[in-house]
Structure formats: structure tokens, C-alpha cells
């Protein structure tokens, strides 16, 4: 072992209703000489993603969840300081999941990154044109099939995954609604990313004012909350609409699952279908997925937020504003920055 030390974050237990920075145990450890094959990754931003939540239950899922006592998993953009592996060079800037910590040693496991092209901000990998964007990108074109003049409704169409989603409706040539938590959010929607409307679920009434907004029904309903969120979208589906299964963030800190769907019936009655996803089914086309986000965001066809916090010892608290609505747009914390090797 050597004097080198890394900051990291374990998780410390499983959450038991709201996720909590005392689910998580600081600790700091010295970095382990790198085996041939391995490269040492110095993090410079971290994604926190509402899926986290999820691996950090004891249940099966599409990954393992996190053990306890492990680096708490996510995504983040990081620069190879050391290499033993010739593909990747000292200075590379990558991507991959190495976990809420500082230095992460990559080669093993999930432990692969992914090399960032030259010239992308490092940020973007994260959000805009990486897993987050490419899940609204799948989402919205495959499942939910977009046609010109069809109605499109998003919740969470503030935040990282559904503002993209409900940009690229409207590229499709759709009439965008989306719904989200504040005037502050829902003024963003409709004066920067150009959607035609927004529902303040905070203070409106979701159901009566999306039957308003969509008075000959919802086309397409991208998900990113459920619960009673998705009930009301249920309620005002068109014929032959298509509800996008892409999250259920209003359930994700529930001690018991909440209550199913009372309009779920409406899906029959309106001939609709009602699919779920995962982003990994898409693997083999992420290239094609970020060259086309890359290209509409360049040409400003595509606007996105980040909200950036500083410093490795406020993972925690930055993890949970994603659950608590503080946050507007990606959100990511920022643990150093690129250096000259």
C-alpha cells in the first residue's frame, strides 16, 4: 500500500424511508499499487442520478445493488493520473461508474471507463449527452414514437432526463406540456427549453389542468414520477396513446410500495400502450445516441441546466436534493478539476 489517500463515501446502511447523509460513513483510505491492466482515475465531477436510490436496496434489480461497507456507485467524469493499461494514456479524460470518491481504480468489474471526445465539456458526459440525455432519447423516439401534431405530456420535464425528453418532442414536430414543482421551473419550460405549456404540480390541480391544456387527450405521456402524477395522465390518454415508463421518482423513498394506478383501465379503454425501459437495453446504439445530442445541443436545438455543487465532502446532501425538488436540471457535484500531465 502506499501513502496516497482517497476520499470516499461507503454506504453505510440501507435507507429506511427518505434517503439521509447518515446512510452514508466518510472514510479515508490509502490508494493499493495499480495491477498490470489497471489505470488510477482522479474524479472531477459526479452524476447523481434518481436509479441510485435503487441499487441502494437489498433487492434484485437490472445491477446488483451496492453492499454495505462499499464505495457508494454512480457516474463520473474523471482524468487517468497513472496507467498500467496501454489504452488508457495518462491525461485521458473519461467516463464510467467510479463511485462517490475522489480516485477510483479503474480496469476491473464495473471499474471501465469510457474515453470523452476531445472538446466536450466535462459535464455534458453526464448529463446532457450521456446515460441521462440517451434515456430520454430512447424513450421518447422508441417507445413513445413522436408524430407531428400529437400532443406530448412530461413530468419531471425540469429535470435532467425529462426536459431533454420533452426538447425532443417538440424537434418531432409535437405540442410539448410538461409538468414540474415551482413557477421557478415551470417559467424555465416555457421561456428557455420552448415548451408550449407547464403545470405547476405544486400549486395546480394536475388532473383538471391537463385536461384543460390537452382537451382532446394525451398522445404521449413520458414518465418520470408515477404515483398520483401518472394517475391524472392516465385519466386524459388519447386514443391509441403511448405512456413512456422511465421512473417513478414520487415512490422511490417509500417504506411500503405506494397504491397502484386507479385509471389504469383507461389504458383499454383508449387502446393505449404502456411500456417500461432501462437505458442498457441500448447499448449498442449509444453512439448514435450522443452524436445527435452532441449536434442539437451545439446548434442550440436542445437547452439543459446543470446544478453544480463543490466538494467531495458534501456528496450526501447533493445526492438528496434530488429527492427534496432543490435542484434545477442535471445534477452534479464538482470534486476538482483537469491538470496538465
Not at 52 to 65: A, I, K, Q, V
Not at 71 to 92: D, F, H, I, L, W
Not at 256 to 275: D, S, Y
Amino acid at each position: 500500500m502506499s501513502d496516497r489517500v482517497n476520499r470516499q463515501w461507503l454506504l453505510a446502511r440501507r435507507p429506511q424511508g427518505m434517503v439521509s447523509p447518515a446512510d452514508f460513513e466518510f472514510v479515508e483510505r490509502p490508494i493499493p499499487e495499480l495491477a498490470e491492466g489497471e489505470y488510477l482515475v482522479r474524479n472531477l465531477y459526479i452524476s447523481f442520478d434518481p436509479t441510485m436510490r435503487g441499487w441502494m436496496e437489498d433487492r434484485e434489480s437490472y445491477m446488483p445493488p451496492v453492499a454495505l461497507g462499499d464505495v457508494m456507485r454512480c457516474s463520473t467524469v474523471g482524468q487517468v493520473t497513472e496507467s498500467k493499461n496501454p489504452a488508457y494514456a495518462r491525461g485521458t479524460i473519461l467516463t464510467g461508474l467510479f463511485g462517490m470518491q475522489e480516485l477510483a481504480v479503474g480496469g476491473q468489474g464495473f471499474m471501465h471507463g469510457t474515453p470523452v471526445a476531445e472538446g466536450t465539456p466535462l459535464t455534458w458526459p453526464l448529463g446532457v449527452t450521456g446515460l441521462t440525455g440517451m434515456t430520454a432519447y430512447f424513450g421518447m423516439l422508441e417507445l413513445g414514437e413522436p408524430k407531428p401534431g400529437e400532443t406530448v405530456l412530461v413530468s419531471g420535464a425540469a429535470g435532467a432526463t425529462g426536459s431533454v425528453a420533452a426538447q425532443i418532442a417538440k424537434l418531432e414536430g409535437c405540442r410539448v406540456v410538461g409538468i414540474a414543482g415551482g413557477p421557478e421551473k415551470c417559467a424555465w419550460l416555457e421561456k428557455e427549453a420552448g415548451l408550449d405549456a407547464a403545470i405547476d404540480y405544486k400549486s395546480e390541480n394536475v388532473e383538471e389542468r391537463i385536461r384543460a391544456l390537452c382537451p382532446d387527450g394525451v398522445d404521449i405521456y413520458f414518465d418520470n414520477v408515477a404515483g398520483p402524477i401518472l394517475d391524472a395522465a392516465l385519466a386524459n390518454l388519447a386514443l391509441r396513446a403511448r405512456v413512456v415508463m422511465c421512473g417513478g421518482i414520487s415512490g422511490y423513498n417509500e417504506e411500503k410500495p405506494p397504491p397502484g394506478p386507479q385509471n389504469l383501465m383507461n389504458v383499454i379503454i383508449q387502446r393505449a400502450r404502456m411500456e417500461g425501459f432501462i437505458i442498457i437495453d441500448y447499448v449498442s446504439r449509444f453512439p448514435e445516441a450522443a452524436a445527435a445530442l452532441t449536434q442539437w445541443v451545439r446548434e442550440g436545438k436542445i437547452v439543459h441546466q446543470e446544478d453544480v455543487q463543490v466538494g467531495i465532502e458534501n456528496a450526501p446532501e447533493t445526492f438528496v436534493r434530488l429527492f427534496t425538488g432543490q435542484n434545477l436540471g442535471k445534477q452534479l457535484l464538482k470534486v476538482g478539476d483537469p491538470v496538465d500531465l
